[in-house]
């Protein structure tokens, strides 16, 4: 069974970094993409970043990039989102989520909650 | 920058058959995603690649995918149905999007 277990989240001041984790089992991790996912809540999902098999490739939202890091450590079966110059609008629930086929999210995290407030 | 319309929300009275859409710049062209959020849960993928359903999911949820739109059906609608759904496409610019979302209710 895919489980996704995310960690990391909490208050932060604007302009401050956090880096989120996301802890993978049950499935070959270094043989799938990966990304992350955030919702405000209330409102929708949003892309945010994601990552190729090997970690060589890396993709992000325009609204993200310059100021968020993915990356991964195959080794330990491990997803890292480190996120910098942080901002009210960035206060979001964080899933981190394995790619499947042609583009899809097929296994989710159950989140973690990323909160940016003076 | 490409754009997924859904409408806001979409009813159906139970045992009844449920369609919501997926607007988007010739979609049919597209592989399109559809995901199932419940309150307080994370999403789960419901139809992929337009009409293909994961190991797990009901025969009652279908897809089609075609010109501007994409349709994702409930047939025989029951009230665990009820929830958010979310289309999403892989675009060469934007990279994945998602539609905004539609909120279905059961009657």
């Known amino acids: 069974e895919v489980q996704l277990l995310e960690s990391g989240g909490g208050l932060v001041q604007p302009g401050g970094s956090l880096r989120l984790s996301c802890a993978a089992s049950?499935?070959?991790?270094?043989?799938?993409?990966m990304s992350w996912v955030r919702q405000t809540p209330g409102k929708g999902l949003e892309w945010v970043t994601g990552?190729?098999?090997?970690?060589?490739?890396?993709y992000y939202a325009d609204s993200v990039k310059g100021r968020f890091t993915i990356s991964r450590d195959n080794s330990k079966n491990s997803l890292y989102l480190q996120m910098n110059s942080l901002r009210v609008e960035d206060t979001a629930l964080y899933y981190c989520?394995?790619?499947?086929?042609?583009?899809?999210?097929?296994?989710w995290g159950q989140g973690t909650l990323v909160t940016v407030s003076s | 920058s490409y754009e997924l319309t859904q409408p806001l929300s979409v009813s159906v009275a139970l045992g009844q058959t449920a369609s919501i859409t997926c607007g988007g710049n010739?979609?049919?062209?597209?592989?399109v995603h559809w995901y199932q959020q419940k309150p307080g849960q994370a999403p789960v993928l419901v139809i992929y690649?337009?009409?293909n359903r994961p190991s797990g999911i009901p025969e009652r949820f279908s897809g089609s995918n075609s010109g501007n739109t994409a349709t994702l059906t409930i047939s025989g609608a029951q009230a665990g149905d009820e929830a958010d759904y979310y289309c999403?496409?892989?675009?060469?610019?934007?990279?994945?999007?998602f539609g905004g979302g539609t909120k279905l209710t059961v009657l």
């Open positions: 999403q496409v892989w675009d060469s610019s934007t990279r994945r999007v």
């Open positions: 990552i190729s098999d090997s970690g060589g490739k890396t």
């Open positions: 049950g499935f070959t991790f270094s043989a799938y993409a």
């Open positions: 989520a394995k790619d499947g086929s042609s583009s899809a999210l097929d296994s």
């Open positions: 010739q979609i049919g062209s597209k592989n």
């Open positions: 690649s337009d009409y």
